[in-house]
């Protein structure tokens, strides 16, 4: 299709009074056809007046039209075919391959989602009947349904153009929550999310939703993503990027006259520990697997291992010889834009210069701009603990290999992390013993515990938690990968002695959405007869 260079305001391009903005091939750093225009706050008040209109109509969506809705969005964009790889490859560097999966990951978790729309347990509905004749008070007739929030407003990642952009993750679980999304698009990858924000839109169109359900605005960060989270009509925020972004959106948003909740994934180091174990296997296979996972995609994923902590004498020798050894035959991956390859080159050149601080192994800079040579170094455990800059995230392919004496030291040094989204720990049974007290001391520090495996790669499913507490993210009760990031969306609310006839539908003795239901208690099954309840 012919992109337009527009935000997308409840089904209908307009044209920004603002200034203009190019996407850029960072490969080469050339502009990008065509420049899109930014919205003024003025016209975003347009997007979220739409939203709010369409929520009384979009929160109350029988289960199979909200369902199709969302699947709605996940055939469109297949149907786009190679002219979504093609523009994001050109917009953000990314091999077609990743591309390529992560097309399938955005429309798998869209119909993921409308698994879940469609199965009903995240309405939370629980019913205690009326007791009348209990002494000394009878009980009245108490029922319970999780609803949505109100229209959320979304921002699209640098690192992930479509799984956590305009039909990502966020999206899709607002979306499947009943919520109305406003998408702030990210301005590195403008028309990439034009050709999704074209799908949804058509989605909303076909299944003759109210067309405020969606839209998608293009401006600045500092002025339109504030206005926009400041905006009345706004009740959540999804935000995946830098700390300094995440925490300047919850401060607007906890300075409101209503605060809102924002839910943002912001920085993790994603600390791997390895016993002594897992160094009596094959040393240069775990070297090898460790440097893919710290240059997978230039670094630039929010799991890439950012620590390894190893221990010292002749073992652990042998690992950062190994490590070295690997990373050396590493090329430059293209990063995203020239701002993330800048920061790169400041962050590594704050950790090589830090005290204590030695280089293990370097690969070799890429063919293109912006693919600086990744880079692995190396510290002792007293440094790390005493020394705060070598706990700042480099986003990029970069890593530091800590060496550590003993089980202390390890527990020392995990205590003193900050929030994190994963901890990886590479062992065999003979470690048990050595690493059961580090694992109470990373439950509070990670939102997902591994062994003998990667953080890289996270899968969506029900079970799957990413998030962890701050600065991993801003609240780390929630995840915004799998089925659970829809709870982020909703609140429960209670129904006390309401006649059937003005019950919502979910909370009906009838059951017409064929809901599980908790009843007293007991999880009663939607095939169950609806006499249960009474």
């Known amino acids: 299709m012919t992109l337009t260079g527009h935000s997308l305001i409840a089904g209908e391009p307009v044209v920004g009074e603002g200034k203009t903005t190019n996407g850029f091939n960072p490969a080469t750093n050339e502009a990008l056809e065509p420049a899109y225009s930014l ?41 786009i075919g190679d002219e979504l790889i093609t523009r994001a490859g050109q917009e953000t560097g990314l091999p077609a391959a990743r591309l390529q999966g992560e097309r399938a990951r955005t429309t798998g978790q869209l119909r993921l989602f409308a698994a879940v729309v469609r199965q009903g347990d995240f ?35 640098s690192n992930f153009p479509l799984a956590f952009s305009t039909a990502g993750g966020d999206t899709a679980s607002a979306l499947a929550a009943g919520c ?25 169109k076909d299944l003759g939703l109210h067309p405020g359900v969606f839209s998608l605005v293009y401006g600045p960060g500092a002025s339109i993503g504030q206005a926009l989270v400041a905006d009345s009509a706004i009740k959540a925020v999804g935000f995946t990027g830098s700390q300094a ?24 180091l994603n600390p791997v520990f390895v016993f002594e174990g897992a160094l009596k296997g094959d040393v240069d296979a775990l070297a090898a697997a460790y440097v893919t996972a710290v240059t997978g995609s230039s670094g630039q994923l929010c799991t890439s291992p950012g620590l390894l902590f190893a221990p010292e004498g002749e073992a652990g020798d042998k690992l950062a010889a190994a490590v070295g050894r690997a990373v050396a035959t590493c090329a430059g991956q293209t990063m995203l834009t020239a701002g993330i390859a800048a920061s790169w080159n400041t962050g590594t050149e704050a950790l090589r210069s830090a005290e204590g601080v030695s280089l293990i192994g370097k690969g070799t800079p890429g063919a293109t701009e912006n693919a600086p040579a990744p880079a692995i170094f190396g510290t002792g455990v007293e440094h790390f603990t005493s020394n705060h800059v070598l706990h700042e995230e480099i986003f990029g392919a970069a890593s530091l290999v800590i060496r550590y004496r003993s089980t202390e030291d390890l527990l020392q040094a995990a205590a ?54 701050f600065p991993a993210t801003s609240d780390s009760r929630t995840t915004s990968v799998g089925t659970l990031a829809i709870n982020r969306f909703l609140r429960p609310v209670a129904y006390q002695n309401l006649p059937q006839e003005l019950l919502p539908e979910p909370l009906q003795d009838t059951n017409p959405w064929h809901l599980n239901r908790r009843i007293n208690g007991n999880v009663v099954p939607a095939e169950e007869k609806a006499e249960a309840s009474a």
């Not at 709010?52 to 109350?60: E, L, M």
């Not at 939370?124 to 959320?152: E, S, W, Y």
């Not at 995440?246 to 605060?259: D, Q, W």
């Open 123 to 157: 309405r939370g509905v629980r019913i205690d009947p009326a007791i009348p004749d209990r002494t000394p008070l009878p009980r009245a007739d108490i029922r319970q349904r999780q609803i949505p929030l109100g229209p959320v407003a979304v921002f699209g990642a």
């Open 180 to 204: 109305p999304v406003v998408f702030k698009a990210h301005n590195a990858h403008p028309g990439t999310s034009e050709l999704v924000g074209h799908a949804v839109t058509k989605a909303v």
């Open 245 to 268: 972004a995440g925490i300047a959106l919850m401060k607007t948003a906890a300075a409101r006259p209503e605060p809102i909740p924002v839910y943002a994934e912001m920085s993790s």
């Open 39 to 79: 919205l003024t706050e003025e016209q975003l008040k347009t997007a979220t007046a739409a939203a709010k209109d369409a929520f009384p109509s979009f929160s109350s969506l029988d289960p199979e039209t909200h369902a199709a809705f969302l699947e709605a969005i996940a055939d469109n964009i297949e149907a």
């Open 416 to 469: 003193r992390i900050e929030g994190q989204l994963t901890a990886s720990l590479h062992l065999t049974g003979e470690d048990y013993p050595t690493a059961a007290p580090l694992i109470p001391v990373l439950e509070q520090k990670v939102g997902r515990i591994i062994v003998n495996g990667w953080p890289t790669g996270v899968e969506v499913g029900h079970a799957m938690v990413h998030g962890g507490p």
